[in-house]
């Protein structure tokens, strides 16, 4: 059983549509012309890409004419259960949500099913065997995010090379998925080898704690390998703090391109960023209006997104939304 959509099933952006079943909601579909009304439960706002992820949800939410019902879970996910039972509670027309981690949802999700109140799975996706329990998932590919990292290694690494890597959240699908690709990346270069890999949350102050106990456990580091930038962010503090040059002595991949990423990136402390696009508000709206009213969506839309050189990065700069 399928238990992960995959690329393969997948359109980029809203292009293609397949059979998903029909929508409907428990609550005021919006196809009576009333206001649609939105449940979305957050991970969070551990860090600068949730932050723009949150924002676009919400101005673009407005922009829809789409009433929201917000919550910010604190990275927990019994706080984004009782969310989501709120929105049951409140006939919501439609569900929205970022799961914080893969596994644990088929309960609520079928009490949202029973409650004919679809789901919409955004940036994060779940580990499960019903796909029928969310009617699409829209988010990047987190995979294919882990081997650009990869592969902009095994390209400019030269001889043994010794990288340390920054988990994202234990269990999150952007963790566990940036990791398969860059592993099944630098595969072809037996001279890099991961010496230490440890969670640092998706936070800047877990970044910098874990980078800290690096610096004193490993006798050589080459390469940090970070999940996301703002734990890039923290291993720069880290790294200068023990008279190190981020970006020189040590080189620094990192996952987002938020500005402050892009930022560092710019100036020469991180050394490359694989692009994580976190403004799905438009998308996840003009979805949530396509499931209420019952039309067919794509099972998977995948995020349009690149990579950035520190080069490329000067330019970007200034037309960065965030
Ligand atoms: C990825 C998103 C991740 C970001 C982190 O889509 O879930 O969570 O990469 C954020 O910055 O905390």
């Known amino acids: 059983m399928l ?4 690329t393969v099933a997948s359109v980029v952006l809203l292009s293609a549509l397949t059979a998903c079943g029909s929508g409907g ?25 949730r932050t723009a992820n949150t924002k676009s ?7 829809a004419g789409i009433e929201l019902k917000f919550s910010d879970a ?10 989501i039972r709120s929105y049951i509670q409140q006939k919501v027309s439609v569900i929205a949500f970022s799961p914080v981690v893969e596994t644990g949802w088929d309960t609520v999700l079928l009490e949202a099913k029973r409650a004919n109140i679809p789901v919409i799975l955004t940036d994060r996706s779940i580990d499960s065997d019903d796909t029928s329990l969310y009617k699409t998932f829209l988010g990047s590919d987190f995979v294919e995010e882990g081997r650009k ?3 902009w290694l095994v390209a400019n690494a030269s001889g043994p090379t010794s990288v340390v890597e920054l988990q994202g959240t234990t269990g999150a699908a952007p963790a566990i998925d940036r990791k398969t ?35 004193k456990s490993q006798p050589k580091i080459d390469v940090v390998y970070a999940h996301n930038d703002d734990m890039g962010l923290g291993a720069i503090e880290a790294i200068k703090a023990a008279g190190k040059v981020p970006g020189k002595d040590i080189k620094i991949i990192t996952v987002d391109a938020v500005k402050d990423g892009m930022q560092a990136l710019a100036n020469g402390e991180i050394n490359f960023i694989v692009e994580c696009n976190p403004l799905l508000g438009k998308q996840l709206m003009d979805l949530a209006k396509k499931v209420v009213a019952g039309e067919q969506v794509p099972e998977r839309v995948v995020t349009v997104e690149g990579t950035f050189t520190q080069e490329q990065a000067k330019a970007a700069l200034p037309q960065r939304q965030y």
């Open 57 to 63: 949800i919400q101005d673009e939410a407005k922009t």
């Open 3 to 6: 238990k992960k959509i995959t």
């Open 181 to 215: 690709g860059f592993e099944e990346k630098i595969a072809a270069k037996p001279d890099i080898k991961v010496v230490a890999s440890q969670s640092g949350d998706f936070t800047r102050s877990g970044g910098k704690q874990v980078m800290e106990a690096f610096l």
């Open 149 to 151: 990292a990869g592969d």
């Open 74 to 83: 604190q990275q927990k996910q019994e706080n984004q259960i009782k969310a």
């Open 25 to 49: 909601g428990g609550g005021d579909t919006g196809s009576s012309g009333g206001t649609i009304t939105m449940g979305f439960a957050q991970v969070g706002a551990e860090s600068g890409w």
